[in-house]
């Protein structure tokens, strides 16, 4: 709303009529800012509309349209003269469309504009989510054509989920995209948690219309990954081609459809730098076995033979190639008559099949050889349904229905391999868990060898959602209101362990020898003293079926008090059912009577239901002056626990056991085997004992009160406009989370001497329950808080559109999440704030812009000289922010507790000079705390690398007759090259190397990866 000289009008009366009799629809009065809204409306193509502002002359329009689904901005200009021709216009908005979908984006993800928001940061993980002012990333809401795309296995999206190794599995294409919304602080509606991601596939239209494109990229186009250089190999070998189209158009009967596909292949050399034992390390150790009166055991050869030799000895850099190869496929079918009823059905699937290495440096990672790279294969279906019948021009409902399906199985790189060619008896007999356990020699010394712990593992979510909504315009009230009922399925099987893991540490002969780490694992390795407590395997049938419901509803209400003060309240109550396991194999333990399979006296449930997440939400807009708003808000957000907590516990360095679901109890036990020292070792020795399980065996229990986690989220802000195309926002943002689920052992034993037997006698059930050693127990016990100043800018012209944000943010917690991946137990179970810190997440500065810029055409006459230097566009994302926390730990259990999560002693300054060939942290700067003892190092003290990254695009359009249109794209990723690195090894002993690039998670489409450069040719019309 403006006057004639183009400047902001605040308290002009707008009012909304239907038809030709000119009912009020609604009312609405432009605030501070000039801005008036109305949401909710019926489809129609005869609104009429009605300004009017003391000291200015009334402004009419009629036969305003609007069809489903649509969004539009008009720009009112009156005059206190005379009632202008052109006083209601529409907003392009085509053109900001247009500069988001030619900005350099990699492998076309969407997740990647998502993250551009004030408060956000990138996790990197496999999930596809991404922490958004301090919450877990995990307790993001993702909608898609008003259903959810949920995968409640991670808490992620289902489609936008990365694969085996993040690489991009099922996307929808950003060509099918017609919008991407991420709302933070979301109101009554968004729920349950704090950040919605809403994403609206495109709608046909009454002309047939659509697009083809190929997106070329390999490695003739990349520069050398920084680790080839250093260690003088060449670049990695990288292809990937994504193509595909898109179409679109009318159908009979007022109908409309909307199409595209995309397919991608991608080959990807994924660089890691590591070492394996040098000949001279290995000749040292075997005389040091020798001296102490031992003969080398049989199967220290064969192991150390593991090591490929085509890939050198020492320090070194290697590569693994890696492969994807998928399909998605969208198809929509809009039908409706305006202003009465629409129906809008959509349908996505996508198949995608991986290769990529998923081990990790250090303990319990597996390996990154390409022997062992694990293979996935995924599946998604996504489905919704809308219904959107008005009653009335104010009063407008919308029935939904959503289904999606994520399926994904993975298996090891060498699945068929029998180990007992090598001579290793491990007792595994089962097809699906065949090929080398995993075993670590002097962890985060040497690379691992064998697969991940966690695979294989297969999974199939189903989610189906029926879900109500209503919209009432009352005059300056603007009602919402509706529920939704949600159906869960989870059909997986997590053979985490059953291939078993062997560790050489050097901590029972070699440490006694010698005091270099990894000369006194190898004295380990070659005298055949595997390690105990970690040398462990489990055992059983891991299949498991769990089913939930969930039920929501809310009402919200947004008053428009006065012109300058616009106050919304709202309420959302979420009732999440105490998952259940369909064949009766959910257990726990209880503290006082063992433990009990669910369903049976004395465990009704496994926890108590919650039926108190009522969530009230309240914000405020108030005007100070002609172009300033004072903006505030405050909510009480719930979140349901994703099903990983109970079925892929995986990286608890405790225990092999995933969850409560695989207990040693019931017609499908899982038992974990520690075989107590020493550890059985040699040709054809039964490493993990006889075939029938001996105690004690792990046990994974959940609290029986675990309320469900919340977050109170709050927000104040200042926004000043910078005459009508520009806006500066200042904010705060603050989260405190409550209930926070982590995995502690109720069973952990006082600090003493690293003894299995001694650990086994000092633990706090030893007298009760002798056969149970570790008991991880899923407690809603963490705290989190974030604080932050979050500052964006943002300018939309004809020529330059451009969002910058900033965020200063500080982010702790005892834990930042359970399940999964996520690193656990905490050090000390007993004493939970030990591992008060910086959340693992945690950024103190993070910056991110985005722009494009439409070249203005040079003053040259008609003909092929203009041709060529017309229709010219840059575009660029540029990502900088500090580095994420570092953990330090100890290799083995110094704390005789059996956890394996003690820290060092710091003893000195950490600091070293950037070498990024050298160590990234003083290795003198540690110390092993005394034997039985916790060191004084906190948790998440040191930051890793930085990142630097900028991305450009040149863009050229030429139109060639009619509405057909050639665009030319060329984009570069890190254009400057700037060396970027992930964190280094962690490892107290390791050295605290840098051994790989961020994008590792990742190949050439994360950020941080070497530059490159992709070729990009589309053709609309």
């Known amino acids: 709303m403006f006057d004639a000289r183009g400047r902001s009008l605040e308290g002009a009366r707008i009012s909304l009529s239907f038809g030709a009799g000119g009912h009020a629809t609604a009312t609405a009065v432009s605030d501070h800012l000039a801005h008036f ?52 216009a529409e907003v392009a908005r085509a053109g900001e469309r247009q500069e988001v979908r030619t900005l350099p984006v990699r492998g076309q993800a969407s997740g990647n504009l998502e993250t551009l928001i004030p408060g956000s940061g990138a996790s990197g993980g496999t999930f596809g989510s991404f922490p958004v002012n301090g919450s877990r990333a995990q307790f993001n809401t993702y909608i898609v054509s008003g259903v959810n795309n949920l995968d409640p296995f991670r808490g992620a999206e289902a489609i936008g989920q990365g694969g085996a190794f993040a690489a991009p599995a099922i996307l929808l294409p950003l060509d099918a995209i017609q919008e991407i919304q991420v709302e933070t602080n979301a109101g009554a509606e968004y729920g349950p948690s704090g950040a919605a991601v809403l994403t609206v596939i495109k709608s046909g239209g009454p002309q047939l219309h659509g697009s083809l494109f190929e997106f070329f990229d390999n490695d003739k186009l990349a520069a050398n990954n920084f680790f080839n250089n250093a260690f003088g190999r060449p670049r990695s070998e990288f292809r990937n081609n994504q193509f595909g189209f898109t179409a679109g158009g009318p159908l009979p009967r007022s109908s409309y459809f909307f199409s595209s596909y995309e397919g991608q292949h991608e080959r990807v050399g994924v660089t890691a730098a590591s070492r394996f034992p040098a000949p001279a390390e290995i000749s040292t150790a075997t005389s040091l076995v020798q001296s102490s009166a031992r003969s080398v055991n049989a199967l220290a050869a064969p192991i150390l033979a593991l090591y490929p030799p085509s890939l050198g000895q020492g320090p070194l850099s290697f590569s693994t190639l ?44 597996g390996s990154r050889l390409p022997l062992y790279a694990a293979q996935s294969h995924t599946v998604v279906h996504l489905f919704a349904a809308e219904w959107q019948h008005a009653l009335s021009p104010q009063f407008l409902t919308a029935a939904r229905f959503g289904y999606s399906r994520y399926a994904e199985t993975t298996l090891t790189g060498d699945h068929g391999f029998d180990v007992t060619t090598l001579g290793l008896n491990t007792g595994v007999i089962s097809t699906r868990d065949s090929g080398l356990p995993e075993i670590d020699i002097a962890p985060g010394e040497y690379e691992n060898l064998g697969a991940s712990l966690s695979l294989p593992r297969g999974r199939a979510s189903n989610v189906f959602e029926l879900s109500d909504r209503a919209s009432w315009n009352r005059g300056a009230h603007q009602l919402k209101f509706g529920g939704s009922a949600t159906f869960l399925q989870e059909n ?18 070699g440490d006694k020898l010698s005091t270099d780490f990894a000369i006194a694992s190898l004295v380990d390795l070659l005298a055949g003293l595997p390690a105990p407590g970690v040398t462990t395997i489990a055992r059983g049938d891991s299949q498991r ?30 009732q999440f059912s105490v998952p259940t396991e369909k064949q009766g194999r959910l257990s726990n333990f209880v503290p006082g009577a063992g433990l009990l399979v669910v369903g049976t006296p004395g465990l009704t449930h496994e926890y108590h239901p919650n039926d108190v997440d009522f969530a009230p939400r309240a914000a405020f807009a108030l005007g100070l002056g002609a172009n300033r708003a004072f903006r505030g808000g405050w909510g009480l957000y719930f979140d349901a626990q994703p099903f990983d907590e109970l079925m892929d516990n995986s990286n608890n360095s405790n225990s092999i056991l995933s969850g409560p679901v695989f207990n040693p109890i019931g017609r499908s036990a899982i038992f974990t085997i520690t075989p107590p020292p020493p550890v059985p070792f040699g040709p054809g020795v039964q490493i993990f004992g006889p075939a029938a399980p001996q105690p004690p065996f792990d046990v994974f229990a959940v609290s029986t009160h675990f309320p469900d986690p919340r977050y109170r989220n709050f927000n104040l802000a200042v926004e000043q406009r910078l005459g009508s195309q520009q806006l500066l926002r200042i904010a705060y943002y603050g989260t405190r989370g409550e209930y926070l689920p982590v995995v502690m052992d109720v069973n952990q034993p006082l600090p003493g001497q690293a003894d299995p037997a001694s650990e086994q006698a000092r633990r706090p059930f030893a007298a ?6 570790v008991i991880n127990t899923l407690a809603a016990a963490a705290h989190s808080n974030y604080n932050s100043l979050q ?69 040259v006459p008609r003909g092929w000289l203009r041709a060529l230097l017309a229709n010219w566009q840059l575009n660029g994302i540029t990502t900088l922010h500090t580095g994420g926390p570092l953990n330090i730990t100890l290799p083995f259990d110094n704390s005789g507790t059996g956890e394996f999560r003690d820290r060092p002693n710091l003893i000195g300054n950490a600091r070293v000079a950037f070498n990024p060939t050298g160590p990234y942290l003083n290795p003198a700067a540690f110390a092993q705390p005394a034997q039985g003892t916790y060191g004084n190092l906190g948790r998440n003290v040191f930051s890793g690398p930085g ?10 359009s030429q139109p060639i007759g009619g509405d057909r249109l050639l665009r030319l794209r060329a984009e570069f990723f890190n254009v400057w090259n700037h060396p970027n690195f992930a964190n280094p090894s962690t490892t107290f002993g390791s050295g605290f190397r840098l051994t790989s690039t961020p994008d590792s998670f990742n190949p050439y489409f994360g950020n941080g990866s070497p530059r490159n450069l992709q070729l990009v040719a589309e053709l609309e019309f």
């Open 492 to 509: 997986a099987f997590t053979d985490t362990g059953m291939r078993g893991r062997l560790v050489f540490d050097g901590s029972e002969l």
């Open 768 to 773: 009760a329950f002798p056969k149970f050693r």
């Open 545 to 574: 079926y769990l089913r939930q419901h969930r039920w929501a509803a809310f009402v919200e209400d947004g008053w428009q008090v006065r012109p300058a003060l616009k106050v919304t309240l709202g309420l959302r109550h979420d």
């Open 322 to 365: 890696g492969r994807s190869d998928g399909d998605a496929l969208t198809l929509k079918a809009d039908h409706g008559l305006a202003g009465s009823n629409w129906l809008s059905t959509s349908y996505a699937f996508g198949t995608n099949r991986q290769q990529f290495p998923q081990g990790r440096f250090g303990l319990g990672g």
């Open 37 to 88: 809204e109305f949401s909710g409306l019926a489809a129609s193509r005869d609104y009429r509309l009605r300004v009017s502002r003391t000291g200015y002359v009334s402004v009419e329009a009629a036969g305003l349209s609007l069809v489903p689904g649509e969004t539009k901005e008009l720009r009112i200009t009156m005059d206190p003269r005379r009632a202008l021709a052109n006083a209601v």
């Open 947 to 956: 990142l630097n990254n900028f991305d450009l695009s040149f863009v050229k």
């Open 791 to 859: 500052v964006s800018a943002q300018r939309s012209a004809a020529n330059v559109t451009f969002r910058a944000s900033y965020t200063f943010s500080k982010s702790l917690d005892e834990a930042s999440g359970a399940g999964g991946f996520r690193g656990g137990p905490p050090e000390d179970s007993r004493n939970l704030r030990r591992d008060y810190g910086r959340s693992d997440f945690d950024a103190r500065h993070r910056f991110t812009v985005s722009y494009a810029w439409r070249v203005p055409a040079p003053a």
